[in-house]
C-alpha cells in the first residue's frame, strides 16, 4: 500500500508505519530536522558523509550512531537518492535481510561487500579482470568442496576451467547466494566459510579494490558507496573488533550503522582511529535545564503534520493551546519509533470508541504500552542509576557498561551530540509511579 497522507483515523496506521521513507516519498513526506537535532545551524554528520563521497581519498570508512528508531535509515535513504541523482552507483546492504543479523561475522560483511560490487557490474559498462574474477570463483570452489554444498550443474564452480566472464558473473552470484544460506541457516559449514574469507583476507581485498576501481573509472571517476543497514541491531563487536583496518581499507567509500550505546565501551576507542565517526542524536523536546524545546516540539509537529491532518489530535482538557500530539511528543521524548506506534494505537482505540479525533484517554493508554515494554527491560539494580541521570543529564559517568545497557533498552535516550543524556520520559513515570523519583 502507498504512503498516503491521513485525512481521518482509519487512514493513520498506513500514514505513520514505522518504516523509512523510500526515495519515492522523500519529497512529499520528508521532513529535515538536523538542525533541531545537532542544536547548531549547518552541523550534520549526514552532510560529512555526502561529502566526504565526492572525495576520493582511501579509507573513506563511516560510522553512522543513533539510537534505534531514530531517523537513520530515512536519513541514509535520502543520502543514496542525492548521489544516485549525481550518477554516484550506490548500493545498499540490508544486513537483517540477507543474514542472521544477531550471528553476524566479519567475514559476513566482506562476503556481502564482494556480492553488492558483482551487482553492480551487471548494471555497468564495466566487465571485471579474469584474474579479479578467479580470486573469488577460487574461494568459492573451495568452500563448496569442503562443506559439501550442493550446487545445480550450471552453476558449479571449476577451477580449473575458463568461462566467458558474464557466465562467470552469473556463476559467482549464484555461488554468493548460496554461501550466504549457508551462513543464515547451517552452523556448522558458517564456520568452514568463515575461515575461507579471512584465511587470505588480504587477497579478498584486493579483488574487491580492482573491482571497485574499474566501477570508478566506468563511471567518469565516481566510486561506487556501499551502505551497510541494520548493522547496528547486530553483534557489532564480531563485526568491528579487531577489524578496523580490514573494514576501511577499500578504495572507495563504506557507510556502516552503528549502535551508539557501544560508544561508551572501552573498545569503541580503537575504531575512533580508522573510522570517520558521526552521530544522529535523537531530537531534543527537552534542554539540559528541563525547559521545553520548542524547536524539537516544531520539528517533530512539522514531520507529523506531512502524514496527517494535525486537526485528527483532539484539544488537551487542560493546557492553553496545546492538543494530544502535544503530550504524545512530550511522552516519547523525541524517539519517532515511539511517536509512530504511540498515534498508530491511540488513532485505532479512538476510532473503536467511535470518535473522530485521537482523544488524551486513548493517548495515554496507547502510551502505557510503551511504558509497560520499556520498564520490562530494566529491573530494581538499575532505579539507582536512573535517578542520578534524572538529576545530572550532563555528568560522567563511572559505569559505562550499565549506561550502554540502559541506552540498548530504550530507558536512557542521548540528545544534541553533545553526549548529555536523560532518561525516556516513560521511564520517568514509571519511576514516579514507583516513588523512586518524587515530584
Not at 66 to 71: A, D, I, L, T
Request: charged share 30%; net charge negative.
Amino acid at each position: 500500500m502507498d504512503l498516503k497522507k491521513a485525512y481521518s483515523l482509519l487512514e493513520i496506521p498506513n500514514a505513520f508505519r514505522p518504516d523509512p521513507l523510500e526515495a519515492k516519498q522523500l519529497a512529499e513526506f520528508y521532513e529535515d530536522t538536523i538542525e533541531a537535532r545537532t542544536g547548531v545551524r549547518g552541523k550534520s554528520g549526514i552532510e560529512d558523509i555526502y561529502e566526504a563521497c565526492h572525495d576520493s581519498r582511501e579509507h573513506n570508512a563511516h560510522l553512522l550512531m543513533g539510537h534505534w528508531g531514530c531517523g537513520k535509515s530515512t536519513e541514509l535513504n535520502r543520502l543514496k537518492k542525492r548521489l544516485e541523482d549525481e550518477d554516484f552507483p550506490v548500493r545498499t546492504i540490508f544486513c537483517k535481510q540477507e543474514l542472521d543479523v544477531l550471528n553476524i561475522d566479519f567475514s559476513d560483511v566482506m562476503l556481502l561487500l564482494a556480492e553488492a560490487l558483482f551487482k553492480m557490474t551487471e548494471t555497468s559498462s564495466y566487465s571485471p579482470a579474469p584474474t579479479d574474477l578467479r580470486v573469488l570463483r577460487d574461494y568459492q570452489a573451495e568452500i563448496v568442496k569442503e562443506t559439501k554444498m550442493d550446487l545445480s550443474a550450471e552453476n558449479a564452480l571449476e577451477t580449473g576451467v575458463e568461462v566467458q566472464t558474464p557466465k562467470l558473473i552469473k556463476s559467482l552470484l549464484s555461488g554468493f547466494a548460496r554461501i550466504k544460506a549457508s551462513l543464515k541457516y547451517n552452523e556448522s559449514s558458517s564456520t568452514t566459510v568463515r575461515q575461507k574469507i579471512t584465511s587470505r583476507i588480504s587477497e579478498w581485498i584486493s579483488a574487491i579494490n580492482h573491482i571497485a576501481d574499474g566501477l570508478t573509472n566506468a563511471s567518469c571517476g565516481r566510486q561506487p558507496i556501499i551502505i551497510f543497514e541494520d548493522l547496528d541491531k547486530g553483534d557489532t563487536g564480531r563485526v568491528f573488533s579487531g577489524h578496523g583496518e580490514q573494514l576501511t581499507a577499500m578504495s572507495f567509500p563504506l557507510i556502516y550503522t552503528f549502535p551508539i550505546a557501544r560508544s561508551y565501551l572501552p573498545e569503541f576507542s580503537a575504531l575512533e582511529a580508522f573510522f570517520q565517526i558521526h552521530r544522529l542524536p535523537m531530537i531534543e523536546t527537552r534542554r539540559m535545564n528541563g525547559e521545553r524545546n520548542p524547536d524539537g516540539f516544531h520539528a517533530i509537529r512539522s514531520i507529523v503534520a506531512r502524514r496527517a491532518e494535525l486537526s485528527l489530535f483532539a484539544k488537551l482538557s487542560v493546557g492553553k493551546n496545546q492538543d494530544v500530539l502535544d503530550f504524545l511528543i512530550e511522552k516519547t521524548g523525541g524517539s519517532l519509533r515511539n511517536l509512530f506506534f504511540a498515534i498508530n494505537d491511540a488513532a485505532t482505540l479512538s476510532r473503536r470508541r467511535g470518535e473522530s479525533q485521537i482523544t488524551q484517554k486513548a493517548a495515554e493508554d496507547a502510551l502505557e504500552d510503551i511504558k509497560s515494554s520499556l520498564s520490562c527491560r530494566i529491573d530494581g539494580k538499575d532505579y539507582p542509576f536512573l535517578v542520578e541521570i534524572y538529576h545530572g543529564k550532563h555528568r560522567g559517568f563511572d559505569d559505562r557498561e550499565q549506561l550502554q545497557r540502559l541506552m540498548q533498552a530504550g530507558a536512557v535516550l542521548e540528545y544534541n551530540g553533545k553526549r548529555w543524556h536523560d532518561v525516556h520520559p516513560l521511564i520517568i513515570d514509571f519511576l514516579r509511579e514507583i516513588e523512586e523519583i518524587t515530584l
